[in-house]
């Protein structure tokens, strides 16, 4: 796989084409509720990861989690280019929340 593009395009494949017995097939037949889960997990997964000695373990649960992500996004109708488009309007901006004032006295 070259890119993120290519990944979500063979995911969406698999949705209108099933590979019966693929692990990809297995999340569009559990359905959303199941996508979500994986997220969830996975996301947790990459945060533990984070906090550990090594790149390995990180690399190895964040690659976890963009396919779930993407089998998400596939799940859902929301296109790469979408994603894509979304990323090129934040492109040069810098966060709100540089320009907030501190919070005091919570």
């Known amino acids: ?3 993120m593009e290519e990944l979500y395009q063979m995911i969406a494949d698999r949705k209108q084409n099933p590979k019966k017995g693929s692990y990809t097939d297995y999340l ?5 509720d199941k996508i979500l889960k994986k997220v969830g997990e996975e996301s947790t997964e990459v945060i533990v990861a984070a906090k550990n000695p090594g790149d390995d373990e990180l690399v190895y649960e964040t690659a976890d989690l963009l396919y779930h992500v993407l ?3 596939v799940e859902r ?3 790469f280019d979408q994603i894509k488009a979304e990323l090129a309007k934040r492109e040069g901006k810098m966060s709100d929340y540089k320009d907030r004032p501190e919070i005091k006295n919570l």
């Open 1 to 3: 796989m070259q890119n």
């Open 77 to 79: 109708g929301v296109s």
């Open 71 to 73: 089998v998400l996004l």
């Open 28 to 32: 569009f037949t559990k359905g959303l």
